[in-house]
């Protein structure tokens, strides 16, 4: 079985701070991605990055940032000065070869970033 | 890149009637969809999977004979909301997987927002 654990349910950070979303997995496969996905109240999912098990590297994409580490099955995801616009539902999810290649969401973070 | 289709946006519906909720991929083709459910301020639910040309693999506690799932081809799958309750009100979002992008390439639709009233 997978599982994905998004300890933080709501954050709330005035915008310009640096903020960063935790994301912690459990699964049996050595061969599994990891996924960030965006969820804005229009609901719709927006892609942010898939990382496989056999990239530790950390990635930078702008004012994002990924922090993939495999020691302690975590997997989290920094956004560095924040904007009113980052104010979303974040998931983390995780997809393993064992598991039918389903995804599993954690529970998400709820971000709210004010002016 | 690919794109998932997902139609209605929104759809209110009379307790009792059926609905169906359509999800097409645009420019590749989806042997496989996913169907999940999303309560307010819950995290997604996967409800199906469905293999192009065969029965679908419902998740243990959804009704098969509830939420009808037909992925008849390579770019089309359905799921029909049967005899709609209050209790099925929920955000509906389907996945399609794009093999152009692996066997861990996921597209998803933009969601179907059904209030039953």
């Known amino acids: 079985a997978q599982k994905v654990t998004q300890a933080q349910t709501e954050i709330s950070v005035v915008e310009k701070e640096d903020v960063t979303l935790d994301c912690v997995y459990e699964?049996?496969?050595?061969?599994?991605?990891l996924f960030w996905y965006k969820q804005p109240p229009s609901g719709e999912l927006v892609f942010l990055i898939r990382?496989?098990?056999?990239?530790?590297q950390n990635e930078i994409s702008g004012r994002y940032s990924w922090n993939f580490q495999k020691s302690t099955s975590s997997f989290n995801f920094t956004i560095t000065a924040s904007q009113v616009v980052d104010s979303a539902v974040y998931f983390c999810?995780?997809?393993?070869?064992?598991?039918?290649?389903?995804?599993?969401f954690g529970g998400g973070t709820r971000l709210m970033v004010k002016p | 890149g690919a794109v998932v289709s997902q139609h209605p946006s929104r759809v209110i519906c009379k307790s009792g009637t059926s609905v169906k909720i359509e999800c097409r991929s645009l420019?590749?083709?989806?042997?496989?969809m996913f169907w999940y459910r999303q309560f307010p301020k819950q995290s997604l639910m996967l409800m199906a999977t469905?293999?192009?040309?065969?029965?679908?693999?419902?998740e243990q506690g959804v009704e098969k004979d509830k939420f009808l799932i037909n992925h008849a081809s390579l770019t089309l799958s359905t799921l029909t909301v049967t005899s709609a309750h209050p209790e099925d009100s929920s955000f509906y979002i389907c996945?399609?997987?794009?093999?152009?992008?692996?066997?861990?390439?996921?597209?998803f639709g933009s969601g179907t927002r059904l209030t039953v009233v």
């Open positions: 996945s399609a997987r794009d093999l152009g992008q692996g066997i861990y390439g996921y597209t």
């Open positions: 699964t049996r496969d050595t061969t599994y991605y």
């Open positions: 990382r496989n098990s056999f990239d530790e």
């Open positions: 999810a995780l997809s393993g070869n064992n598991a039918g290649n389903m995804l599993t």
């Open positions: 420019d590749f083709q989806a042997t496989t």
């Open positions: 469905s293999n192009e040309g065969s029965k679908a693999t419902y």
